[in-house]
Nanobody
């Protein structure tokens, strides 16, 4: 059974940092691209960042470039999203997802087949 599970969300003050983790499991998952997405209340789900199966290619939304860093540990079956200089507008439920087809990776949610349950990130003073 292919599965992804997010962790690491929480409450942080503006300017603070959080690191999200996406643990993936199941046959062949290490060959899937992984994406991070977020959805704020009343808004559509949007792509935040993605990473190719080998970890060599990454992409970021303009709103997070220079603040967020995605990385991948295939030995540990985990993808990380390091989030620095957090802003109130980063508040959302963050999801990770796996895409078996795109190469190197896609920022479009509809390309992804396997989704986690989400983790809440709240940036507030």
């Amino acid at each position: 059974q292919l599965q992804v599970v997010e962790s690491g969300g929480g409450l942080v003050q503006p300017g603070g940092s959080l690191r999200l983790s996406c643990a993936y499991s199941g046959f062949g998952m290490r060959y899937h691209a992984i994406g991070w997405f977020r959805q704020a209340p009343g808004k559509e789900r949007e792509g935040v960042s993605c990473i190719s199966s080998d970890g060599d290619s990454t992409n970021y939304a303009d709103s997070v470039k220079g603040r967020f860093t995605i990385s991948r540990d295939n030995a540990g079956n985990t993808v990380y999203l390091q989030m620095n200089s957090l802003k109130p507008e980063d508040t959302a439920v963050y999801f990770c997802a796996a895409d078996p087809w795109s190469s190197p990776c896609s920022m479009w949610p509809k390309e992804y087949d396997y989704w986690g349950q989400g983790t809440q990130v709240t940036v507030s003073s």
